[in-house]
């Protein structure tokens, strides 16, 4: 089966502090992606990787980085976490190189800014 | 930009009931669709994935339909569970990413 881990269920963090959310894959996918999921919004895409050290911008990556160092893993960082970045993230992974593979999901960060 | 819509937003049904829940798309050129199983609080489980030449998908009790020229999916539960109890997400591919639907939360009443 296929496995995506993410590094805390719950993290609770103080306004301006850098944040640091990782997954772990352990399939050998290309790629890799982060969403957010908010009531009423659901999950919006904020940056995906389609290989080591390849990055490509989501729908909302404004206040996010991310890094990719390794083909099994990739995180996001919150920069200077902010109240609204107060949210559920969660990880994804699939196969590369055709867009008709599966999607696979971790169990989510939630996420909470205070 | 793909727009995905899942009516009804919310559904409530006595035990043994079958669930018909909906999934509409505005861009048909997709590769594919994937209904998807989120319990409170929790990630997502992949029900099925219907790619865009085929027509249905079948697991179990579950069963899904895809229309791709009127960009329409609706997933069928069979002889529904308290079990069931959760939230449906349909998310379509178009490209890279995908794109989701707000979901179709639903209660089976024992």
């Known amino acids: 089966d296929v496995k995506v881990t993410q590094s805390s269920r719950y993290l609770v963090k103080r306004t301006g502090e850098k944040v640091f959310l990782e997954c772990v894959q352990d399939m050998d996918h290309e790629n890799m992606f982060w969403y957010r999921q908010d009531p009423g919004l659901g999950l919006r895409l904020i940056y995906f990787s389609y290989d080591v050290k390849m990055k490509e911008k989501g729908d909302i990556p404004e206040g996010y980085s991310v890094s990719r160092e390794k083909k099994e893993r990739f995180s996001l960082i919150l920069e200077s976490a902010s109240t609204n970045q107060t949210s559920m993230y969660l990880c994804a992974s699939s196969f590369g190189g055709n867009p008709s593979y599966e999607q696979y999901f971790g169990p989510g960060t939630r996420l909470t800014v205070t | 930009k793909q727009e995905v819509t899942q009516i009804p937003a919310a559904l409530s049904v006595p035990e043994g009931e079958n669930l018909v829940l909906n999934c509409s798309f505005t861009?048909?050129?997709?590769?594919?669709l994937q209904w998807f199983r989120q319990d409170p609080g929790k990630g997502l489980t992949s029900l099925l994935l219907i790619q865009s030449s085929q027509r249905e998908q079948t697991s179990g009790r579950l069963n899904a339909s895809l229309d791709k020229s009127s960009g329409r999916s609706t997933l069928y539960i069979a002889a529904s569970q308290p079990g069931d109890s959760a939230t449906y997400l349909c998310?379509?591919?178009?490209?890279?990413?995908?794109?989701f639907g707000a979901g179709t939360t639903v209660t089976v009443r024992a």
């Open positions: 998310a379509v591919r178009d490209d890279y990413k995908l794109s």
């Open positions: 861009d048909s050129a997709i590769y594919n």
